[in-house]
C-alpha cells in the first residue's frame, strides 16, 4: 500500500501547483498509513448502519485539497484522506455524527453532519498554524495547546543572515530576547540575554538544547540544518529544565528526514563585506595641528616651533611633503568574501529516515590578517526496528579554524605623520622616527594567532512504545569538544625579538555525558485529554586545559607547532575540572475541551558544583490556561479565530559556577631557596584570596508571567502580549570582605535582582492572493532590571550600595556611575565663581547635581547601560515569482561608553599623542561648545562626555528573491530555484561614534554585507 | 514483550539512583587547604607560601606599587610612570584614587598575617621538629605587622585564623600601638630561640635576620613611645637595639662583603654574599609556578631608556628600562660634589649605571664606533629625553644573572649586614656613646673606599661630629632605593622635611637646556602623609575611624 501510494504521488507531481500541499500530502498519507494498519482488524465490528459521506475539499481560492484527513470526531482512529482532486468519501455510523477536517497549515473544522450525504467544505487557512507542532522540552505539543510562554522563531527570516555566528541571527526574531553582537570578527559571536540580566555573578546565558543534548553555544549548530527554534520564556515552560533554565532556554530542533522521498537542496552564498563608520580620524595635517594646540595650551597658550613638536625627521619629512599614513587603510580589507556552501540529503524507506547536512563556510577578514573557516558535518537516523521499537542516532560534527588578526583596531589610531616603508619597500621598525613606536604592522605580518576547534555530538536513542498511550525513551549522548589554540610572535615582533620569539600554544578538551530516560503518556477520553512526562537524567562534564609558553627559538619556521625547541624554559599550566548534575523532572498537562488547561511540573537537581548540604534544589511551576476559542460563545462568529489567557508561576536556578567553589582549596604558591649556589624550587601551598564558601547552593529565580494570545480574522491579524515579573533570590555574588581577614572576597547566596517586562509580537497579513501575499511582523520588548538587595550595610553610611563593584539598589546590574557633561568652559565665564573654580577656559564642565556649589563624589549620576526597549519590524511579500523581505531592528534608550571619546590611549584626550575621532576641540580662536581644548595633561572629566546615547536603527536586511517558474523547472526535475540579493546592515541611525553601535570602536568592525544566494532543491 | 521492557527500564533506573558518590566533589588539579594545616609535609608547604606571598609584592610588570615604599623617598627624582603617589600627587594621594595601590599591600599583608595565624594556630598538631617552621610563620606575622604599623599607624591586631564561621565576626578596631609591639616582639624573640643562626636554604629566616628585624624594631619603639611597653625606659629600646646588632656582627659567619659584589656585577652576577641577612629569590630558570616567581619590575623602572638612544639596543643584563625613578641630585651629590670625587666611593660606581655604550652597529650615530660610551654631544636629547634616555641607573636590581629577558629576575636584598652596622652607630650614639657609634659607621665608610675596615683612614668622620643626620646621610649613600628610606625619615620624624629640601632634582643640576626632573614631591608633600590612608575600598568593606584618614 505504501509504494502503490508513493508511485501514485510521483504521478501527481506536475499537476498541482502549489508545492507546499504537495508535501503535506505526502505527510498525511504517512499518518494514515500508520493509521490503516492498526486499524484492518477493527475494521468489521463497525458497519451496522453504514451511511456514505462524500464531498470535495478545496481551499478559499477554490483550490482542490488532496490529502486532507476526514475522520469522526468520536473515534479518530478511523479516517480517510482526499484524493488528488479534493474529493473523499467515508463510512459514518450516524447521521448525527461530527466529522472532522484536519490538514496541515488550515485551520480544522467540525462538520455536523445532518442528513446530507454530500459534503462540500472550503478548509480555511491556518495563518496562525495552530495545529503546528512545538518542541517544549522532552516532548511535543500543539501550538494550540501550549500553556507556558514559548515563542518559536520562524527560521526562514533567520537563515539568510550573512554570518557564521548564530546567536546573531537571532536578533529581532522574538520577543524578550535581546542579542548583543560580542566580537564582530570572522568566527566571532554574540551573547543572548531573555528577558534582562538575573545573575551578578553566574553565568547569562540561557540554555541551548540541540535535538534534545544539552550544548554550550548555539554556534555548535550549523543554521542550515536547522529545522525549528524554540525559546522557553517563563518558568512554566523552563522548569522541566530546573536548575539550569533560569536564564531561558532555547531549544533546536534540526532537520529530519521524511520516509519515501529523496530530497537534496543545496544553498549558496557569496557575500562582500564593506566597512561602514559614522566616524572619522585626523588626517595627517589635521592631526599636525591637534599636536600644535596641545603643546600650545600646555606653554602657557603660545605656539611652540615646529622642530619642538615634531622632533623626529620622519616627521618633519612628511608634513613636508604632504604624505601620511592612512593606518585604517593599511589594515582594512574592504570587500573581503565570505563563502557558504550547504549540502542537504535526506530520505527515506518504509523502516528508515535519514537527513545528512554538509556546510563549507569561509570568511576572509575585514582586517587584513584575520579569517575563519568552519566545516559542519551532520547525520540524523531512525530505524524502526519493529512495531514497538525505534532506534536512532544523531552526529554532529563541526571544525572551525580560525585566525585572528595581531594587535587591535587600535592601530587606526596611530600616528599618521610618518612614513611606513624604507626605501627598499620594506616596512620601517619605526614609522613615526619614535622609538617608542614600534610599526603595528610589523606585529601584524610577524604574528601568528590561529586555533582550530573541533565539536562532536554523538546521540543515541531508542523509542519503546509500551501501550498505545505510553512511550518511553532511553537516549544517551556524548558532547566533545577539542580546541588547539596557538600564539607565536616571531623574531621581528616587537615583543618577540629581543627573546628570538615566543610561542604560546593551548590545548583544550571537554566531555559532556548525558543520559536520559524520558516517559511520555498521552491519553484522551471524552473531553479530557492529559499529557505526562517523566524524567530521570544524569549528566556529566570533564574539562581540561593544557597551556604551554616558551620563548628564544633558533628560528621561525615551525611557529607555535615547533613550540618544544624554545630553549627558554617552558611554562606549563594544566587546569581541569569535572562536574555532575542528577535530575528528575514530572510534568502533567491536562485539559478540559481545550477549554481549560492545568500545567504542572516539578523538576529535582542535584549539583556537584554545590556544598554536600546543599546540593538538591527543586523546582516546581504551575500554569494554567483558558483557551476561549472554544467556548460556545465564541463558536459562532468569525472575527475572533483565538483568544486564549495563560498564566504561570514557578521557580527556576541557575548553577552556573565552576566547580569547587565551595570546598577550601589550597593553590600553589611555590618558592624557591638557594641551596649550596643553586636555586631549588620547594613546594608551597596556601588558600588563594578568596575564602570558601561551605554553604553555597542555587540562585532561584522565580517569575510569575501573564500571556494572551488572540487572533483576528482567521489570524489575518495575530499574535502575542506577554507581562513578566521575575525576582532572583540567593543571588551568588562574590562580595567583597575586610583585607584584615586575609581574604578580599567570598562567594555568597545574597541579594535580589528583579526584571519585570512585557512582549508584543503581531503578524498582520495584508494580503494574501494566488500571485501575492504580504504579511507584516512586529516584535517589542522592554525590560526593566532592578537590584533589590546586596549583602547588607557594610560601611555603615546608611547605604546598602557596593560602590566597589558598582551595584546601586534600586537601579540596574549593567550601570556607568558618574559625573555628568554639561558642555565647556568659555572664556567669558564667571569660572572662579562657580562650582568649579579650578576650570579653566576650554575645560569641560560638569554639572553640580545637588546645588551645593562643589564638585564631589556625590554629583554622580547613574548612566543605564540595558536599553529601554528592543523592537523588530519586517515586511515578507510576495509578487508571484518575485519575493521580498525587509527587516529593520532597533535598539533604544541605552548609554555605551566610547573609549575612543576619552582613553590617552584611544586619543580620546586629544593630547596629540596618539590620533582619535575627529572632533570640533576648543581654541581659543575657534571656541568649542562640545569638545574641550587638546592638552598633553590628562583633562579632567574627560570621560564625562564620552557617555553616548547608543541607541539605533538599523536596515539589518533586504532580500529580494526571485524563483524560477515551477513549469521551467519540470523538465529538468528540479523542485525549486530560487535566486536572491541580500543587503545585510544596509544602514544604521545612531549617535554613537564606533564601526557598529553595539562595538566601541576599537573592537573589530561590524560589515555591511552584499549577498548573492542560490536555493536549489531537487 | 512488555514484561522485558519493564524489566530493562527498571534496571537503568535502578543503576542511575546511586547519586550521592556521583555528586561528591573532588578537585583534580589541586589541594585542599586542610592538608596544610593537619599534616607534616603539608605544614612546610604553607610556610614556602608565606615565602611566596611574601615575594608576590614584586610579581609581575603590570604591578607599579613596586615603588611603594622601596624607591619613594627624597632620594629619587621621579620622571613618569608610577602611580604618582610617589611624589604625592594631590590627584592620587587620595584614598579613593582609582587602581589605589595601597590596597595592595594592606590585604597582601593581612593575608600573609591570617595564613601566619593558621600555621601558628595549627602547629598544636605537631611535636617539636615543627617549631623552626612555626619560627618562620611568626617571622612573618611580625614582618607584616611592623610594615603595616610603620605604614599606616592605625591597625587592626588579629591573631586568630579567619574561617567562613567567623570572617563575619571580625570587626576593624584599632589596636593600641603597645599591643601590636608586644605581638610583633613576642614573634621575634620566639623566632630568634628557635630558628638557627646559619641556613642551609638561603632566603629562610634566620637567627641572624630575626636579631636584625628586633634591633630595627627597638630603634622604632625608642623613638614611638606609643609602642613602647609600660615598664620599660627608652634607653633599654637603645640597649635592645645595640645588644642585637652587636650579637649579630660579632657573631662571625655574616660579614660586610665588597662592595662591587654586594648587588653583583657582570663579574660576579650572584647578589649572595656574606653581607646578606634576608633575601626574596627570583630565578628565569624557575620562573612562575616553578617557585621561580614572575619578573618584576624594580630593575626596569629605575634603569634609564638606554635602549631608546641611537646606536644602543636591548642588552641582556639591562634588560629594557623604563626610566621612571632615578638617583635624585641630592643623592648624587652626596657621594660628592663632581664626578671625580664622586668615583672615589666605590658604591657610587658599583650601585648605580654611569655609562651607557653603543652596541648597534645598524645605528650608530656619524663619529662613534661600537663599544664608545654614549655622550649628549652626538645624541644631542633634549632635556626630557635626557631624563629619559640618559641618566645615570639604579644597578641594585639590575639582573646580571640571567640573560635575554627584557625583565628583571633578580633577587632582591631586604636586609643586610651594612644595615645592621648603620642601626649598631644609631642606637649607640642615642646612648651616648658616639665613640662606637662614630667606629660603626667608619667601617661601612672605609668598606665603600675600599680600605681596611678596622684601621682608621682619612675619609673617618669624627665621634664629635656624629648626628642623626649624619647617619642618615651615610644610610642614604650606602642603602638609597632599598626600601629604608621613607620609614627611617618617618621613624626620626625627618621625612616631611627631608622629602620638601631633597625629593627630586634642583635647578641647575644639570647643564642641559630646559627644565628641570620632576621636583613635584618636594611640592606636593604634606604633614598627613606621614601615614598612609586606609583605602576607600577597605573602608567601604569594614569601615575605620575618622581619624585615620585625616587630612586626605
Redesign the interface.
Known amino acids: 500500500m505504501h509504494n502503490k501510494l508513493f508511485s501514485h504521488s510521483k504521478k501527481v507531481w506536475f499537476k498541482i501547483d502549489s508545492k507546499s500541499k504537495w508535501i503535506a500530502f505526502i505527510f498525511s498519507v504517512f499518518c494514515l498509513v500508520e493509521v490503516y494498519s492498526s486499524n484492518d482488524e477493527r475494521a468489521t465490528f463497525s458497519q451496522q448502519n453504514p451511511i456514505i459521506i462524500s464531498g470535495s475539499i478545496t481551499d478559499q481560492d477554490g483550490e482542490p485539497l488532496p490529502g486532507v484527513n476526514i475522520f469522526l470526531k468520536d473515534n479518530s482512529s478511523d479516517g480517510v484522506t482526499s484524493d488528488f482532486n479534493g474529493n473523499y468519501k467515508i463510512t459514518v455510523n450516524s447521521e448525527s455524527d461530527i466529522l472532522v477536517f484536519s490538514y496541515l497549515g488550515f485551520q480544522t473544522l467540525e462538520y455536523q453532519l445532518g442528513g446530507s450525504q454530500v459534503v462540500n467544505v472550503v478548509l480555511l487557512e491556518d495563518i496562525q498554524q495552530l495545529d503546528q507542532v512545538v518542541v517544549v522540552g522532552y516532548g511535543v505539543m500543539k501550538k494550540s495547546d501550549l500553556v507556558g510562554s514559548v515563542t518559536s522563531v520562524k527560521v526562514d527570516d533567520f537563515i539568510n543572515t550573512p554570518t557564521s555566528d548564530v546567536q546573531n541571527m537571532l536578533k529581532g526574531r522574538a520577543a524578550g530576547v535581546q542579542v548583543t553582537l560580542n566580537n564582530a570578527e570572522p568566527g566571532g559571536n554574540s551573547s543572548i540575554l531573555i528577558r534582562g540580566k538575573r545573575s551578578i555573578e553566574g553565568s547569562n546565558n540561557p540554555l541551548v538544547i540541540v535535538d534534545g543534548v544539552p550544548v554550550n553555544s548555539m554556534d555548535d549548530v550549523n543554521p542550515n540544518t536547522i529545522s525549528s527554534i524554540e525559546v522557553l520564556k517563563d518558568a512554566a515552560s523552563q522548569s522541566i529544565y530546573g536548575a539550569r533554565a533560569s536564564n531561558g532556554v532555547i531549544l533546536i530542533t534540526s532537520k529530519k528526514g521524511e520516509k519515501g522521498k529523496l530530497r537534496f537542496s543545496y544553498d549558496g552564498y557569496v557575500t562582500t563585506q564593506n566597512l561602514w563608520r559614522n566616524f572619522k580620524t585626523f588626517n595627517g595635517y589635521e592631526f599636525a595641528q591637534l599636536k600644535r594646540e596641545a603643546y600650545r595650551t600646555d606653554n602657557g597658550g603660545n605656539y611652540v616651533i615646529d622642530e ?1 613638536v615634531f ?1 623626529f625627521q620622519e616627521q618633519r619629512n612628511a608634513l613636508q611633503n604632504g604624505q601620511f599614513i592612512n593606518w585604517e587603510d593599511e589594515i582594512i580589507n574592504d570587500g573581503a568574501i565570505k563563502l557558504s556552501n550547504s549540502f542537504n540529503l535526506s530520505g527515506g524507506s518504509e523502516k528508515t529516515s535519514f537527513s545528512l547536512s554538509l556546510r563549507q563556510f569561509s570568511q576572509e577578514g575585514l582586517v587584513l590578517g584575520s579569517d575563519y573557516k568552519r566545516h559542519d558535518f551532520q547525520s540524523n537516523l531512525t530505524y524502526d526496528a519493529t512495531d ?1 521499537l525505534t532506534i536512532g542516532t544523531n552526529i554532529l560534527y563541526n571544525q572551525g579554524k580560525k585566525r585572528r588578526a595581531s594587535g587591535s583596531l587600535n592601530t587606526i589610531n596611530s600616528d599618521p605623520i610618518g612614513a611606513l616603508y624604507n626605501e627598499d619597500g620594506s616596512y620601517k621598525t619605526y614609522p613615526t622616527g619614535d ?2 613606536f614600534f610599526n603595528p604592522l610589523i606585529n601584524r605580518d610577524e604574528t601568528d594567532n590561529s586555533s582550530i576547534t573541533n565539536k562532536y555530538i554523538l546521540t543515541l536513542f531508542a523509542d ?1 512504545k ?1 501501550s498505545d498511550d505510553l512511550n ?1 525513551r ?1 537516549k544517551a549522548s556524548k558532547n566533545s569538544f577539542y580546541g588547539k589554540y596557538g600564539t607565536y610572535r616571531s623574531s621581528k615582533e616587537s ?1 618577540g625579538r ?3 620569539g615566543i610561542a604560546e600554544k593551548d590545548t583544550e578538551f571537554s566531555d559532556w555525558i548525558t ?1 536520559e ?1 524520558i516517559l511520555n503518556y498521552n491519553k484522551t477520553f471524552d473531553d479530557h485529554t492529559i499529557y505526562g512526562t517523566f524524567v ?1 537524567s ?1 549528566e ?1 562534564t570533564k574539562w ?1 586545559r593544557t597551556n604551554l609558553e616558551g ?2 627559538f633558533p628560528n621561525d619556521y615551525l611557529g607555535f607547532e615547533g613550540i618544544h625547541n624554545a630553549r ?2 617552558l ?1 606549563i ?8 548534575l ?1 535530575s528528575f523532572m514530572g510534568r502533567v498537562q491536562y485539559d478540559f475541551a481545550k477549554k481549560y488547561y492545568v500545567y504542572l511540573t516539578m523538576r529535582a537537581d ?4 554545590f556544598s ?1 548540604s546543599n ?1 538538591w534544589g527543586y523546582f516546581p511551576s504551575m500554569a494554567l490556561s483558558w483557551n476561549l476559542t472554544n467556548e460556545d460563545f465564541l463558536l459562532n462568529q468569525t472575527t475572533i479565530s483565538q483568544l486564549k489567557l495563560r498564566a504561570s508561576y514557578g521557580a527556576v536556578g541557575n548553577q552556573a559556577i565552576r ?2 567553589q ?16 643553586s ?9 588563594n ?1 578568596q ?5 553555597l547552593k542555587w540562585e532561584t529565580t522565580r517569575t510569575l508571567n501573564f500571556g494572551l494570545d488572540f487572533g483576528f480574522w482567521n489570524g489575518r491579524l495575530n499574535g502575542t502580549a506577554e507581562y513578566y515579573l521575575s525576582n532572583t533570590e540567593d543571588l551568588l555574588i562574590r562580595r ?9 572576597q ?1 562567594l555568597d547566596n545574597l541579594g535580589k535582582v528583579e526584571n519585570q517586562g512585557i512582549e508584543l509580537s503581531l503578524n498582520t497579513v495584508l494580503i494574501d492572493t494566488k500571485d501575492a501575499d504580504v504579511t507584516f511582523s512586529t516584535n517589542f520588548s522592554s525590560n526593566r532590571n532592578k537590584i533589590k538587595e546586596l549583602y547588607g550595610d ?3 553610611d546608611g547605604k546598602e550600595d ?3 563593584g558598582q551595584y546601586y539598589i534600586d537601579s540596574p546590574i549593567d550601570i556607568y556611575y558618574d559625573y555628568v557633561y554639561d558642555g565647556i568652559w568659555q572664556q567669558d565665564d564667571n569660572i572662579s565663581g562657580s562650582h568649579m573654580p579650578e576650570a579653566s577656559p576650554g575645560g569641560i564642565k560638569v554639572k553640580d547635581l545637588n546645588n551645593d556649589g562643589l564638585i564631589d ?1 556625590d554629583d554622580r549620576k547613574i548612566y543605564v547601560r540595558q536599553p529601554d526597549w528592543i523592537g523588530s519590524f519586517s515586511i515578507n511579500s510576495r509578487y508571484k515569482n518575485l519575493d521580498l523581505f525587509i527587516d529593520l531592528y532597533t535598539v533604544q534608550g541605552l548609554t555605551k561608553l566610547n573609549p575612543f571619546l576619552y582613553e590617552y590611549n584611544k586619543g580620546g584626550s586629544l593630547s596629540g599623542k596618539v590620533n582619535g575621532i575627529k572632533v570640533d576641540y576648543w581654541t581659543p580662536e575657534d571656541p568649542s561648545t562640545i569638545y574641550p581644548r587638546p592638552t598633553m595633561q590628562s583633562i579632567p572629566f574627560m570621560k564625562t562626555i564620552a557617555y553616548d546615547n547608543a541607541s539605533y536603527l538599523r536596515i539589518r536586511n533586504l532580500t529580494l528573491g526571485y524563483s524560477i517558474p515551477e513549469k521551467l523547472l519540470e523538465s529538468i526535475n528540479i523542485n525549486k530555484l530560487r535566486f536572491y540579493a541580500t543587503a545585510y546592515n544596509l544602514y544604521t541611525w545612531t549617535d554613537y561614534l564606533s564601526y557598529s553601535p553595539e562595538v566601541s570602536p576599537d573592537g573589530y568592525p561590524e560589515s555591511k554585507d552584499f549577498l548573492f544566494g542560490v536555493q536549489l532543491q531537487f | 514483550m512488555k514484561k522485558l521492557q519493564y524489566t530493562i527500564l527498571f534496571i537503568i533506573f535502578i543503576l542511575s539512583y546511586s547519586c550521592e558518590e556521583f555528586l561528591e566533589e573532588e578537585p583534580i588539579t589541586s589541594l585542599s587547604s586542610s592538608w596544610v594545616y593537619e599534616n607534616t609535609d603539608g605544614y612546610q608547604t604553607g610556610v614556602n607560601a608565606l615565602y611566596n606571598l611574601n615575594r608576590a609584592y614584586f610579581g609581575g610588570e603590570g604591578q607599579q606599587h613596586q615603588g611603594i615604599p622601596m624607591l619613594m623617598s627624597d632620594l629619587v627624582g621621579v620622571r613618569a610612570g608610577f602611580p604618582a603617589w610617589v611624589y604625592y600627587s594631590p590627584l592620587y594621594v587620595t584614598p579613593t584614587a582609582p587602581s589605589f595601590p595601597i590596597n595592595y599591600i594592606w590585604t597582601q599583608h593581612y593575608r600573609i598575617i591570617d595564613r601566619s595565624n593558621a600555621l601558628i594556630a595549627s602547629s598544636v598538631n605537631f611535636g617539636e621538629d615543627i617549631k623552626s617552621h612555626e619560627a618562620e610563620a611568626r617571622m612573618f606575622r611580625a614582618h607584616s605587622y611592623f610594615t603595616l604599623y610603620r605604614l599606616f599607624n592605625n591597625l587592626h591586631l588579629s591573631l586568630e585564623p579567619t574561617t567562613p564561621e567567623n570572617a563575619f565576626d571580625i570587626e576593624y578596631k584599632v589596636a593600641a600601638p603597645r599591643d601590636i609591639f608586644d605581638a610583633i616582639n613576642k614573634d621575634i624573640d620566639f623566632a630568634i630561640e628557635q630558628l638557627p643562626w646559619i641556613t642551609s636554604e638561603i632566603g629562610r629566616w634566620t637567627k641572624a635576620s630575626a636579631k636584625h628585624l628586633k634591633a630595627k624594631v627597638a630603634l622604632w619603639q625608642s623613638y614611638d613611645s606609643e609602642t613602647q611597653a609600660e615598664d620599660l625606659d627608652v634607653d633599654s629600646y637603645y640597649q635592645q637595639a645595640l645588644t642585637q646588632s652587636e650579637e649579630l656582627i660579632n657573631y662571625g659567619h655574616y660579614d660586610l662583603a665588597r662592595v662591587s659584589d654586594v648587588f653583583g656585577s657582570e663579574d660576579k652576577p650572584s647578589k649572595y654574599s656574606e653581607e646578606n641577612l634576608f633575601t626574596i629569590n627570583f630565578d628565569l630558570e624557575l620562573e612562575g609556578n616553578n617557585g621561580g616567581g614572575q619578573k618584576h619590575r624594580m630593575g626596569t623602572m629605575t634603569t634609564a631608556r638606554y635602549q631608546e638612544l641611537k646606536g644602543v639596543v636591548e642588552e641582556d643584563a639591562l634588560g629594557q628600562g623604563l626610566s621612571w625613578a632615578m638617583p635624585s641630585n641630592y643623592l648624587l651629590n652626596l657621594y660628592g660634589n663632581d664626578d671625580t670625587q664622586r668615583r672615589k666611593d666605590k658604591r657610587f660606581t658599583s650601585y648605580y649605571i654611569q655609562n651607557y655604550t653603543y652596541n648597534d652597529i645598524a645605528s650608530l650615530p656619524g663619529g662613534v664606533q661600537v663599544g664608545d660610551i654614549v655622550t649628549n654631544a652626538e645624541q644631542k636629547l633634549s632635556s626630557e629625553d635626557y631624563y629619559r634616555r640618559l641618566h645615570p641607573s639604579l644597578a641594585k636590581y639590575i639582573d646580571f644573572e640571567t640573560t635575554a629577558t627584557t625583565w628583571s629576575f633578580s633577587d632582591i636584598i631586604v636586609y643586610r649586614l651594612a644595615e645592621t652596622y648603620l642601626i649598631a652607630a644609631e642606637a649607640a650614639h642615642l646612648l651616648g656613646d658616639n665613640d662606637t657609634g662614630v667606629e660603626y659607621l667608619n667601617q661601612i665608610r672605609r668598606r665603600a673606599y675600599d680600605l681596611p675596615i678596622t684601621q682608621s683612614s682619612t675619609i673617618d668622620l669624627s665621634a664629635a661630629e656624629l648626628d642623626i643626620d649624619l647617619i642618615l646621610d651615610e644610610r642614604a649613600r650606602e642603602l638609597a632605593m632599598e626600601g629604608q628610606r621613607w620609614y627611617t625619615l618617618k621613624r626620626t620624624g625627618k621625612l616631611i622635611e627631608y622629602i620638601r629640601d631633597h625629593a627630586g632634582h634642583e635647578p641647575g643640576f644639570t647643564n642641559l637646556i630646559g627644565g628641570e626632573l620632576k621636583t613635584d614631591a618636594q611640592e606636593n608633600i604634606l604633614p598627613h602623609h606621614i601615614n598612609f590612608p586606609i583605602p576607600q575600598k577597605q573602608i567601604d568593606v569594614m569601615g575605620a575611624p575618622e581619624f585615620q584618614n585625616a587630612g586626605y
Not at chain 1, 636555586?679 to 588558600?687: A, E, I, K, L, T
Request: glycine share 12%.
Open positions: 619642538s622632533t514497538w622609538v617608542s519503546v509500551l518511553y532511553i615583543s629581543g627573546v628570538n543520559f530516560n530521570n544524569i556529566k581540561e620563548k628564544n627558554d624554559p611554562s599550566t594544566i587546569s581541569g575540572n569535572e562536574k555532575t542528577v542535584a549539583s556537584s558544583v554536600s546540593k566547580p569547587y565551595s570546598l577550601g582549596i589550597a593553590q600553589e604558591y611555590n618558592y624557591l631557596f638557594n641551596v649550596g649556589g636555586n631549588v624550587s620547594s613546594s608551597g601551598y596556601s588558600p584570596y575564602l570558601a564558601n561551605p554553604d567583597s570582605i575586610g583585607g584584615i581577614t586575609g581574604y578580599t567570598m557594610l560601611d555603615g557596593d560602590v566597589e563624589a
